[in-house]
């Protein structure tokens, strides 16, 4: 007599059934759609860091240089003597509320039409860049920025509209992302971040 073990089941040689075919490659096409999606979803965060990052180091690389360029304003190796006919009559950095014109005799020949010691820093907000000037037209000094600001101060820290009285130069540099976030309601799109620096000049006179 054919009896059957308990515990064990009942092998059909038919194999899977045509519905359970079905919903086997449902799940699978399920989770192949979410695996795919998740995917999707991490490429896209990726680019946004990617854009992120770019951004902040050129807000960086903008605030950089041009304290630097003003840190050299005024430098005048012949006003180390100071004989009215060795000292250069030039100032530092000029009072432009549309630009930052900065001077230094690097040479020391007495002049300031060299190369690299006159330069102006205008900024497109058109085409947001941030443009440099050193005597051979404006060339492209930094992309994507959004807002480049300059305030003047005096010895004691307060605006001045006076060439002469400036002492510090106060920045502002807001750059944005080279490409808007369709997912960031903000700006257009258009993550930003802003800097601030407040540079002393140590070669103007006090």
Do not use: C
């Amino acid at each position: 007599m054919n009896k059957e073990m308990p515990g064990i089941s009942k092998w059909s040689p038919q194999g899977y059934t045509l519905v359970e075919v079905v919903v086997a490659l449902g799940l699978s096409l399920l989770t192949v759609s979410v695996i795919y999606a998740l995917y999707i979803q991490e490429l896209k965060a990726q680019g946004v860091r990617e854009h992120v990052l770019d951004m902040q180091q050129q807000a960086r690389v903008v605030v950089d240089l041009v304290t630097r360029e003003i840190l050299m304003a005024g430098y005048d190796p012949r006003g180390v003597n100071r004989d009215s006919d060795l000292t250069n009559d030039f100032e530092g950095i000029t009072y432009d509320p549309g630009k930052l014109s900065i001077k230094a005799d690097l040479n020391g020949n007495g002049l300031v039409s060299d190369a690299n010691e006159s330069i102006v820093f205008v900024h497109d907000a058109t085409t947001h860049m941030l443009r440099r000037n050193t005597g051979g037209g404006n060339q492209p000094f930094g992309e994507d920025i959004e807002a480049f600001v300059v305030d003047y101060l005096d010895q004691g820290g307060n605006p001045t509209t006076n060439s002469k009285a400036i002492r510090q130069v106060r920045i502002l540099v807001t750059a944005r992302t080279s490409q808007p976030d369709p997912q960031y309601g903000k700006n257009g799109g258009y993550r930003t971040v802003t800097l601030h620096s407040r540079i002393t000049m140590r070669n103007s006179q006090s």
